[in-house]
């Protein structure tokens, strides 16, 4: 699977493309869908994931709903296998999307590069704390794609996680 990133909207929000054999999942449509549409070229969007309903992630949602017809979190390509985990606190309802073979989490604005959600947009700090300890049993080795700035590695921001609580 390949990842490929799209910074849109005034806030840098993160958009994924998941990309194997020329079909696409996309994670995250929080603005620009002239961008997004670009980036896809002819290839086929079978997915739509979507990590949490803040408007930064959520802007091109309607557009990439009704043009490519797919709707929120179902993926009708079984070449993508992945795992919803709740991972509440940022928002109430903040998801994260773990695909074991390749290692790799979407993880919305619940991890950041050395960092972590806020949680007064309408989250919970006890949530967090909880999610913070779901998400530590899982591999160290998994690569974290946040919903802002660079990725990271889960294993280097676990060290951190004592620190915020
Ligand atoms: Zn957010």
Known sequence: MKV??????ELSTNCYLLDINNKVVIVDPGDDFFKIKKAVGSRKVVGLLLTHFHFDHIGALEEVISYYNVSINKVNDENFKYEILETPGHTMESKSFYFAK???LFAGDFIFYHSI????????????????DTISKYPDDIVVYP???????????????????
Do not use: A, N
């Open 4 to 9: 490929e990133t799209i910074e849109v909207g």
């Open 102 to 104: 390749e290692k790799v």
């Open 117 to 132: 959600g806020r949680t007064d947009l309408g989250g919970s700090d006890k949530l967090m704390q909880e999610s913070l």
């Open 147 to 165: 919903g802002h700035g660079p990725k990271t590695i889960l294993g280097e921001e676990k060290k951190y996680f004592k620190y915020y609580y």
